[in-house]
């Protein structure tokens, strides 16, 4: 008997019959012994139809009533998970985020867990029923709902399988695990059986959007086995672990790619302390994700400052840059929507120079130009033009050995 | 300066641009000087919808999962109707029922309302905001998510009206106030300018849709004034009061009628002591609402008994008959599901005898059969087919005088 964690995302619930399915493979999960507690997304695109109401009303909605509006989703679908276990014959009882005691702080829209009261879920599980937890939220101390942001449904997976001290952490999905590259975007993708947490984190941190970054975090920080695996099979998925388990050879475990960031640049910097300090304080205090940051060599005393950021932090960069040129004098600002950013990750990048050298060659030799360029121990990044990722994608994929035979 | 409790039904918030009239029209009334809380019902036909995907899943969802599904309907226009004030450039601030401290009982899908706890409103309000409430739903002490049942945010309305002694508790509605008949049925029907709680809670009682039978309830009990009127004008609908209003010369202030109801028949009863005790309190236990009952004389010995109960309850009467009919001995059950109520209402009728005479003599002429009958001091009721329900209507508006010239 093990106690298990699994995560159901919101294609896999995309319609009653598919909840009808789910429910399904929790109770046999549950006949077969196990104590099962299930996360579930908002059905399909509910998520998305629910934002475009709010931006019917308004281009600027407060966080606050966007979470009230985005909390209601997961809802809907936990209540018609129940049902159909309860037609299935089995005990169920759904909870929202507010409901079973997950705790955030006040960040709406893309709030942090802080603590998870797992009695509720526990006293369910002990009264003989498969627990169906709202994914995606939770309330402040003050009883405001909260969400908590892209992927958040895992990170409640992950949070409240380390609340519970669960077996493991399932995460169903609508692929069959975490592959050494997008396999829309290269054919010769490699399933990848078991991958560390380290590794895991710099690929979700890239942009691989399997898991979520914070689940991974939660589940490292916690040391909790994450099972992600497809809805579709009963094949296994990839174990994500603490162990260091990339293959012997294996310099680089994957290469991601992420369209999702816009690029903005400050022109004509004054270059002395404080400036940068300045720009990213007000962009944090309007809660932007800066990803990468470059600032230019100084011509002058004056120099460019570069980063980018989500498109969907854009409307608050937007609402933010002029007055953050202003205040840092900056002469203009320059949006460039059209980047595309790859990564190569892998553990074994620590112990084996000469990783960046390649990368650069290889995209040299396909004349893809480098705008920025970030590093991790066990990551690189650079940042190109859209229309070159998937040829740079493609060949790195071959060039670090990757592709399947 | 006023404070004011407004409740808008789903029809006044159907779409993002009825929202934002419903957001102007609070927002002139706060410039207004007005203190403002408004109700809110699920946008359009949203609660249909929710429902119908619950009985996708399964023919008997359990009430605690169908609240859980459809507290969500409200959920969402509470925020999006936050954003349109806002976007407006007023204060505004949306809460759940749980969030806002209508405490009920556990009786899913038709809890009561056991407590207001108003301080979340009066701090909003102490704020300078626009306070809005999702109407029909509140939670249990132990946090469970409950629903009213039908007209739900009515009783919202009225019960934070009182909760928070409000000077009036107005209910927007998609007609212009009360009437002497259905406009739809009976077209020289008349608006009503004042009317007293107790007639409006018989004609709610007797299927008036205008007007929530337990909100008029929470009204007279707490001798609140309820003012119900259209969302499309600024004309003034019905005030319903504690005072006796109705015109001297009015016996009948209006004729209702209701085709909500089934009627149940059990034949071949032993007619002895105890056994419609016995039968009401299992339909009680399945949480069936009886309407009319009637027992006919007896024959050998053996009886039959009829009852009304809404089409929405038949699901669970279907559960239960059969063992009822077993308990007490019945030889079957039948179910009319072909019927309608006509109801006569008036103050008046305390001091004239002889309407009921009149009412049977107006339907005999119209050769309409009459199958049960019910009565109180201000309130006549028969039981007729389906197909005489217009032309009964119709006649009875015209006898008792209440035809518009």
Redesign the interface.
């Known amino acids: 008997m093990a106690l298990v964690v699994t995560k159901f995302g919101g294609t896999s619930v995309a319609t009653?019959e598919k909840?009808?399915a789910v429910a399904e493979r929790l109770v046999a999960r549950k006949k077969a012994g196990d104590e099962v507690v299930a996360i579930v997304s908002a059905m399909g695109h509910v998520t998305d139809e629910?934002t475009e109401?709010?931006y019917?009303?308004?281009d600027?909605?407060?966080m606050?009533?966007?979470d009230?509006?985005l909390?209601?989703g997961e809802?809907?679908t936990?209540?018609?998970l129940?049902?159909?276990i309860?037609?299935l014959g089995e005990r169920a009882?759904?909870f929202?985020g507010p409901?079973v005691g997950i705790v955030t702080d006040d960040a709406h829209a893309k709030a942090k867990i802080v603590e998870i009261e797992a009695t509720a879920i526990r006293e369910a599980l002990a009264a003989d029923n498969i627990v169906i937890v709202a994914g995606f939220q939770g309330s402040t101390r003050d009883?405001e709902?909260t969400t908590l942001g892209r992927g958040g449904s895992d990170t409640t997976a992950a949070a409240i399988a380390t609340g519970i001290d669960a077996d493991v952490c399932e995460i169903y999905t609508d692929v069959d695990g975490v592959y050494t590259a997008d396999p829309r975007v290269v054919p010769r993708a490699q399933k990848i059986d078991r991958i560390s947490h380290e590794e895991m984190l710099e690929m979700a941190a890239s942009g691989a959007g399997v898991l979520s970054m914070r689940s991974v975090e939660f589940a490292r920080n916690h040391d909790a086995i994450i099972h992600c695996r497809s809805s579709f099979t009963s094949e296994p998925g990839t174990i994500v672990t603490h162990e260091e388990t990339t293959m012997e050879n294996a310099i680089v475990s994957s290469v991601v790619h992420d369209m999702s960031d816009a690029k903005v640049t400050l022109r004509g910097l004054e270059d002395k302390p404080g400036v940068a300090a300045t720009i990213f304080d007000m962009l944090a205090r309007e809660n932007v994700n800066v990803d990468m940051v470059i600032q230019n060599i100084s011509e002058e005393g004056l120099t460019d400052l570069s980063f980018t950021a989500p498109h969907d932090d854009l409307q608050r960069v937007k609402t933010a840059i002029d007055a953050i040129a202003q205040k840092v004098g900056a002469r203009t600002w320059v949006l460039d929507d059209n980047i595309a950013k790859i990564s190569l990750i892998g553990a074994g990048m620590r112990t084996h120079p000469g990783v960046t050298a390649k990368m650069f060659r290889t995209l040299a030799d396909e004349d893809i130009n480098i705008d920025l360029i970030s590093t991790s121990p066990i990551r690189l990044s650079v940042v190109v033009a859209t229309d070159d990722t998937e040829r740079a994608v493609r060949a790195l994929h071959t060039a670090f050995g990757l592709d399947h035979e």
């Open positions: 009653p909840i009808r629910l109401m709010a019917a009303i308004t600027t909605p407060r606050r009533e966007l009230m509006l909390s209601t809802q809907v936990i209540a018609l129940a049902m159909a309860h037609e009882i759904s929202t409901q009883g709902i």
